[in-house]
């Protein structure tokens, strides 16, 4: 049994106890707050409602293991990611717990051990004291400049793109050279690109294919036969459960070009690949910036800003610090031959964690790796993290008025109203429909004038779940970004997270799924919050498919 703070103990446990009414009660994962992802805002938990979960399962015999304790860093390459799509963790696992991720009391830790000491049958040992000082490290500019494909360090040619496993790396970069034929303007480039994909023709930056945000296409200017295509692939973190757990990295399957052609469309396979792994560590690093740039012909295809850039600084103390890397773009930084982290300037994660055990008085080496690109090579060290701090390109909200469907002349494949309260529901159609896209329209709520859905499943003409790995959302009239609980949340595997609109959205309340493909569907499951008597749960609904 996993669930979180906000909770209602007694329905998580209900169908437990129907089962086996005599077994002791265990909460195996209590989750103190929640991991980040690129791109949305840092998560918070309140401490009141955390201590309170906690307070009423000992108070009722209940045993728990709380997640996260104790927050932390998932160093180097190791974040993960989840699934539907591709939702890559931050660096920081701070996770909003008790001890942060530099092991300093929050609010939190002192309304736990409160409430731990009315259970405890001998008095709390003392806390103890802080044992790394925080430090801070003036600006400082990177000179030492080496391009990206200085760190190669294996090549191979092939007549279909291989990915990093069967490059034999696991984590890191791959650039990929292929000659492409003569198109004109607007010509289509088609790639399954895991996980961000920038596009060069001839060493000019044409744009950037981002398995975060689906996109698998990008338009090309008009080409030359014998052009040089160079795409250079950042692989992210790794999908770790779910259906989507086989996350291969790099270009997965075929490349494709495709034009209009008077009327016909014509399909171009590209073929005859050259690869060359950059992998993510610092001996690389360490070579790329003391090797000679000899190689010519990669460096016209590939831009100077991005590579590596190294520095030096001096320290007359240590101590544990904060990186600010506000002004990069896009990599990983390594101090001291360690590996902090990935970085990503759209936040919400700004600084990365470096321990002060992984510094020394005197002397000390930086090196970043930017697979972007930065605004300006410098960084500093400061003595507060910044783990909530945006700068996106465009807005993360799925409102764009032109993906909103006409559902006017539309006939519902279902409606009516929900039960209030926890728990699941089924909602079975008259007839099976088929569709790619699903929307939903919460007409009525049972409580306030928003709406949250935790979690929605789709049942096939057998009577199961259809799998979500391909599921996106195609619009959504209103999302409260500041709670980071946008319409993908109705579909992430995770229970304790939800779409909820606006407070002061106006009903009703539009939710549009586009499933990847053409499905056919005989239900839908609906899971309103988990929180006690389901806050913001849908009413009245209709159901569409298109």
């Known amino acids: 049994m996993n669930f979180g703070t906000g909770a209602k103990i007694d329905d998580q446990f209900r169908r437990l106890r129907e089962l086996r009414p005599n077994a002791p009660l265990m909460c195996s994962e209590f989750w103190s707050g929640w991991f980040d992802k690129w791109g949305a805002r840092h998560e918070t938990r309140p401490a009141k409602d955390m201590v309170a979960g906690i307070d009423e399962m000992l108070s009722k015999g209940i045993s728990f293991s709380l997640y996260m304790t104790h927050g932390g860093t998932s160093f180097g390459h190791w974040a993960g990611a989840n ?293 300006e090579p410098v960084v500093w060290g400061q003595t507060k993290p910044e783990l909530d701090k945006l700068q996106l390109e465009k807005s993360a909200k799925h409102n764009n008025i032109g993906d909103k469907p006409d559902l006017n002349s539309t006939t519902p494949i279902a409606k009516g109203e929900t039960k209030p309260g926890n728990g699941w529901q089924t909602i079975n159609f008259a007839k099976p429909a088929t569709g790619r896209y699903i929307a939903i329209e919460c007409q009525t709520m049972h409580d306030g004038k928003s709406v949250a859905i935790a979690e929605l499943y789709l049942l096939d003409k057998d009577g199961k779940r259809l799998s979500r790995n391909q599921w996106n959302v195609k619009y959504a009239n209103s999302e409260n970004l500041q709670g980071n609980h946008t319409g993908d949340k109705a579909f992430d595997l995770q229970e304790s997270t939800y779409w909820q609109t606006e407070k002061d959205a106006t009903a009703p309340h539009l939710l549009v799924i586009d499933l990847g493909a053409e499905q056919t569907v005989t239900a839908l499951e609906y899971l309103p919050r988990m929180e006690q008597g389901a806050p913001d749960s849908m009413k009245g609904y209709k159901i569409y498919m298109y």
């Open 83 to 375: 699934s539907p799509g591709l939702a890559p963790d931050v660096t920081s696992y701070d996770y909003d717990a008790p001890i942060n991720e530099y092991g300093e009391p929050t609010e939190k830790y002192w309304l736990l051990r409160n409430t731990l000491a009315k259970y405890s049958d001998s008095k709390l040992p003392a806390v103890p004291k802080k044992i790394a000082e925080i430090i801070s490290i003036p600006k400082l500019k990177l000179h030492n400049v080496a391009p990206i494909y200085i760190g190669t360090d294996s090549t191979a040619n092939s007549r279909e793109p291989k990915t990093f496993e069967e490059m034999n790396m696991g984590y890191g970069s791959m650039i990929y050279n292929t000659a492409i034929p003569q198109v004109a303007d607007g010509a289509m480039l088609h790639i399954n690109g895991h996980d961000f994909v920038q596009v060069f023709i001839n060493g000019e930056y044409i744009g950037k294919i981002d398995r975060v945000k689906n996109e698998r296409s990008l338009p090309l200017p008009a080409t030359q036969k014998g052009d040089v295509l160079t795409l250079l692939v950042e692989g992210m973190g790794r999908i770790n459960f779910g259906r989507a757990i086989k996350d291969f990295k790099g270009l997965v399957g075929d490349v494709t070009l495709t034009t209009e052609v008077d009327g016909d469309e014509l399909t171009w396979n590209l073929k005859d690949w050259s690869m060359r792994r950059i992998a993510d560590d610092y001996q690389t690093a360490h070579r790329a910036m003391t090797t000679p740039h000899t190689d010519v012909a990669l460096a016209e295809n590939t831009p100077s800003a991005i590579g590596y850039y190294r520095a030096t600084f001096n320290l007359k103390k240590t101590g544990d610090t904060f990186l600010n890397m506000e002004t990069w773009g896009k990599g990983q930084v390594y101090v001291n031959g360690h590996a902090l982290g990935r970085f990503w300037s759209i936040g919400p994660q700004q600084t990365l964690y470096c321990p002060g055990c992984w510094l020394k008085k005197g002397e000390n080496e930086i090196v970043v790796l930017d697979v972007v690109g930065p605004k």
